[in-house]
């Protein structure tokens, strides 16, 4: 007779797993080597200077510095938050100093080993899924560029969609607790946009799962489900309303909140101006990317080989140390976005898998899971296809 683990043994095991792999790969760091410090982390240093000098010197908190724009409050700048339970829950996620590159990695892991197992992956086949996912090239680029409350936001993603796919398959207690929760911790994190693509996919998730319902006849449960959801969401928001009434109250003083000043007419909007919202925007045919990694060429600034033709020519003409500093910083991207630190991969082996299940698995997810694929394509393509946008 055998003795299966117990789920709390393979989530142990899963997470002794996650843990392992973030150690190794984030090894030369933790040794002590140094990562290159971000731009983004860099202008941040900067932003808050006279706010770290002001308070090391006083020992008292400010809410206001007069080196960003003539004048400004700090509360999106580093403003003090007082320790609460959201806030320490946040801080277990997400380390701090060296360890922190570290836990984006593990976070990315664990929210979307969360998903899986809410979608009744076994734990076996979910850790190989959640490794699939969190290293797709993406989420590692926006690390070294500084982003990291995106990278936040995005790692508890996936555990917001499986605790509402719970929640909307019977298990409403279970669910609304942990949508209730990674929703809160997403928002705290305030990288709004990423909460958009969210309620995005769940929007498109409750759609499909209100068909289901119909075609069931159990439309009663459903809608119970939505109702403890919302609840769920209410209290999200509330739980971080400091948060967003902040960024509300502020946003319409910053340059998301329009501007009288235009240089180009057509180019203004309520918010920030349309070259710049879209200057990011994938190329249609850069789609390819997801397969091919480099089908435009990759980074902005990126590196080449002294095998390089480049590499022969400059040390031809200027000698092999020239050569070197050069084709460190090659402008080797030729896409239609303004610059890029890299592309969006997601992996050869991963992509066939996706068309693969589509064909034999006979789930009614297989729609929902095709719709959210060709929004995301279209809604990256931005200025290509402004009838979306």
């Known amino acids: 007779m055998k003795n299966n683990p117990s789920p709390i043994a393979y989530h142990a095991i899963s997470l002794a797993v996650f843990l392992t792999i973030s150690l190794a790969y984030f090894s030369p760091m933790l040794n002590g080597k140094k990562m290159i410090t971000p731009g983004d982390t860099r202008q941040f240093q900067g932003m808050v200077s006279e706010k770290t000098a002001y308070e090391k010197q006083s020992d008292e908190a400010i809410l206001w510095t007069n080196t960003m724009f003539g004048g400004m409050p700090t509360y999106l700048i580093g403003s003090p938050q007082p ?3 959201l806030q320490i829950i946040n801080s277990i996620f997400v380390l ?9 990695l593990l976070l990315y892991l664990i929210g979307f080993y969360i998903l899986l197992n ?7 086949l979910s850790i190989i899924g959640a490794i699939a996912f969190a290293f797709s090239s993406y989420f590692f680029v926006i690390i070294p560029a500084g982003h990291a409350t995106k990278a936040i936001t995005i790692g508890y993603m996936p555990a917001v969609i499986g605790g509402v796919y ?5 298990k409403v ?3 609304t607790i942990i949508t209730g929760l990674f929703l809160a911790l997403q928002i705290l994190n305030n990288h709004l946009q990423i909460t958009y693509y969210t309620l995005l ?4 998730l409750g759609i499909f799962e209100f068909v ?12 119970l489900s939505i109702g403890a959801l919302l609840v769920a969401v ?10 967003l009434w902040t960024t509300y109250e502020y946003g319409k003083y910053s340059t998301r909140g329009g501007s009288e000043l235009e240089i180009d007419a057509n180019d203004q909007t309520s918010g920030l101006d349309k070259s710049y919202i879209t200057g990011w925007s994938y190329g249609v045919d850069e789609t390819f990317t997801l397969l091919i990694p480099n089908f435009k060429g990759g980074s902005s600034a990126g590196s080449l080989s002294e095998d390089s033709e480049t590499f022969k020519y400059f040390s031809q003409a200027q000698g092999n140390q020239y050569a070197r500093q050069v084709i460190k910083y090659m402008p080797l991207y030729w896409g239609t976005q303004t610059s890029t630190a890299g592309p969006v991969y997601v992996g050869a082996v991963v992509l066939f898998l996706f068309v693969f299940g589509f064909i034999m698995i006979r789930s009614r997810l297989r729609w929902w899971l095709l719709t959210l694929t060709v929004l995301a394509i279209m809604l990256s393509w931005g200025k290509n296809f402004m009838f979306l946008s």
């Open 83 to 85: 320790p609460r339970g």
């Open 96 to 104: 701090r100093g060296k360890a922190r590159p570290l836990s984006f």
């Open 118 to 124: 809410a979608f009744g992956v076994r734990p076996q």
């Open 166 to 170: 719970l929640a909307l398959r019977g």
């Open 173 to 175: 207690l279970v669910g």
């Open 201 to 204: 996919i769940i929007l498109t």
């Open 212 to 223: 289901s319902a119909y075609q069931e006849k159990r439309l009663r449960p459903y809608f």
């Open 234 to 243: 209410i209290l999200a928001i509330a739980s971080n309303a400091t948060v």
